[in-house]
């Protein structure tokens, strides 16, 4: 049973455009929702990351917006450039279980020229 | 500074040998992961250790085991290989309080 479900498998944008992924999560006990972003041949590294209590987050040209209600939560990048080019994971923690995350299956992003 | 370091990169097997994977930290972090990640799965949990001497099994720990030793490192060892364990395994390790820090991953094909 995949506790977070993440889409889309992969998304092609153009340069300059909006990239968005979408993340839903079953457990109402999750309490962290991290991004991170991963490019070939490296490990994840945390992007952005949002709790609860509050909508929505930016950070530079990435914003994480959240629908407690509706159990979902996404990411978006602003004006995509060919750098974003990478994959995205979205993840879910319990409060009280540290950094133990459960992952969603991954988002390859390509951003065209 | 290195941060979380992974031995080897790459490591091709065969069916039934066994191997083990060394996790090193230089952050003195208490907690330390082994995770793999297969396409359109995601990173899944194998096993974990909240700190030097303990471990604890996650979400996919059958055909691994693991041992912490010492604080800095956290060895994944596979003592049967198979096929269904090629993967790339990525080890993580974080403060009490603070962020996940990957390693580079280790590829592992087993034939």
């Known amino acids: 049973q995949q506790q977070v479900k993440q889409s889309p498998q992969s998304l092609i944008v153009q340069k300059g455009g909006i990239s968005i992924i979408n993340c839903a999560y079953e457990?109402?006990?999750?309490?962290?929702f991290p991004w991170y972003q991963q490019f070939p041949g490296k490990g994840p590294a945390l992007l952005i990351a949002?709790?609860?209590?509050?909508s929505e987050k930016k950070e530079g040209r990435f914003t994480i917006s959240f629908n407690k209600s509706a159990k979902q939560f996404s990411l978006h990048i602003m004006d995509s450039q060919p750098g974003d080019s990478a994959t995205y994971f979205c993840?879910?923690?319990?409060?009280?279980?540290?950094?133990?995350?459960?992952f969603g299956g991954g988002t390859r992003l390509m951003v065209k020229p | 500074n290195a941060g979380v370091t992974q031995t080897p990169k790459f490591r091709v097997l065969k069916t039934g040998q066994s191997m083990t994977l060394l996790c090193a930290q230089d952050?003195?972090?208490?907690?330390m992961y082994w995770y793999r990640q297969d396409p359109g799965m995601g990173l899944r949990l194998i096993h974990y250790?909240?700190?030097?001497?303990?471990?604890a099994k996650g979400e996919v720990p059958d055909g691994y085991n693991v041992s912490r030793l010492k604080k800095q490192n956290f060895l994944l060892g596979l003592e049967s290989a198979a096929p269904s364990q090629t993967s790339v395994y990525f080890c993580?390790?974080?403060?009490?309080?603070?962020?996940?820090?990957f390693g580079s991953g280790t590829q592992l094909s087993v034939l």
């Open positions: 949002i709790r609860p209590d509050v």
């Open positions: 952050m003195n972090h208490e907690y």
């Open positions: 993840a879910a923690s319990k409060r009280n279980a540290g950094n133990m995350l459960t």
């Open positions: 993580a390790s974080h403060p009490a309080r603070g962020k996940l820090f």
């Open positions: 250790s909240v700190g030097e001497g303990t471990t």
């Open positions: 457990n109402t006990a999750f309490d962290y």
